[in-house]
Each structure stands twice: as structure tokens, then as C-alpha cells.
């Protein structure tokens, strides 16, 4: 019987995060794989059942990885200049890493939205913690969610829209000063 090879299972690995950035879940090549890899066709499936279980095993410590990032990185601040900086910083420090997930199939990718919208929902509701103002009017259990969902649908049409890196900071800024700047304010009011 023949064991599997660390090694083997890291060069499939890595040869296929580089064939999936390149050319997407649809259009990867498994043969293309194999050979960057250096091993046989047949050999891939030793390792995994089909692409979908290769293109899994490259996702899933990507999506851990930046998951864990946004948590390290987005403390609550209430300066939307340093929100909108590091919103943008770790979308171009993270790009290929996103463009992967991107570019997968719609389980993935849905399976990736929600984990996004989680991590949002939680700090979205610490910061409105902050606002006993906002706290005391809204009444909708599903507030933070609708929020989270909507900022981060309108992060992904402005960040990932051409310009450069301080375009972006500009537009990301616009977006956490309308989301975000002073909601008791909005609610004094209300």
C-alpha cells in the first residue's frame, strides 16, 4: 500500500491556488495541476475526489486566514479615516487571496459572503453598542444584519471598481462616514 506524501498534497496545493487565481474554478485545469505540481494526472485523485474538493482544500485555510485578519484588524475606532485605510489596505494586501474565493462557485462564494457578513454583523454591533441613543429607538432584531449586508455590498461595488489605492481610501471613507459617522444623530430624532 502506498502512503500519501505531505509534501505531494503541498505541491498539489500549491500549484492549484496558482492555476485557480489564474483562471477561476471553471476554467482550471486539473492536468495543468498536475503537471505544476510535477506528478501524474491520476495522482491527483489520490489526494482529492474531484476539483471541487481541490479547490475547497485551497479556500478554506484562505478564507480562515482572512477571517482571522479582519478580526485582528478592524478594532471599532470612531475615526472613519483610519476605518477606510485599513479597510482598503487589507483588500490590496489580500487581493490574490480574494480573487481565489471570488472566482470559485457560487457555494463557495456564498459560504465566503456569509462568514463576511458575520464578522461584520459582530462589529457592526459593537460600535453601535457605543450609541445608547440608537440603542433605545431601533427595535428591529435584524438591524445590524441589514446593515452589515448592505455596507459590505456597497464596499464590494466601490473597492473592487478601478482606481488606484487613494481612490479607493476616498471612496471606502465615503461609504464608512455614510454607514457609520455619528448614528445617534441620525436617530435624535427618530
Not at 136 to 157: G, M, Q, R
Request: charged content about 25%; some cysteine; hydrophobic content about 45%.
Amino acid at each position: 500500500m502506498q502512503y500519501l506524501k505531505t509534501e505531494v498534497r503541498q505541491r498539489i496545493l500549491t500549484a492549484a491556488e496558482q492555476e485557480f487565481k489564474q483562471h477561476g474554478y471553471m476554467d482550471a485545469s486539473i492536468r495543468t495541476i498536475a503537471d505544476s505540481a510535477g506528478i501524474s494526472l491520476g495522482n491527483i485523485y489520490r489526494y482529492f475526489n474531484n476539483k471541487e474538493a481541490l479547490f475547497c482544500a485551497v479556500i478554506e485555510p484562505l478564507m480562515s486566514e482572512i477571517a482571522a485578519k479582519i478580526e485582528e484588524a478592524f478594532v471599532v475606532t470612531d475615526d472613519t479615516k483610519i476605518v477606510a485605510d485599513t479597510v482598503v489596505d487589507f483588500l490590496w494586501a489580500n487581493a490574490d487571496k480574494l480573487a481565489i474565493i471570488l472566482q470559485g462557485n457560487n457555494y463557495n462564494f456564498d459560504s465566503f459572503k456569509r462568514m463576511l457578513n458575520d464578522l461584520a454583523e459582530r462589529t457592526i454591533e459593537k460600535l453601535f453598542a457605543t450609541f445608547p441613543l440608537m440603542q433605545s429607538k431601533i427595535k428591529n432584531p435584524d438591524f445590524t444584519y441589514v446593515i452589515s449586508s448592505s455596507f459590505l455590498h456597497a464596499l464590494n461595488l466601490v473597492a473592487f471598481h478601478k482606481g488606484d489605492k487613494e481612490e479607493q481610501k476616498r471612496n471606502v471613507k465615503e461609504l464608512v462616514t455614510f454607514f457609520f459617522e455619528d448614528p445617534d444623530q441620525r436617530f435624535k430624532d427618530y
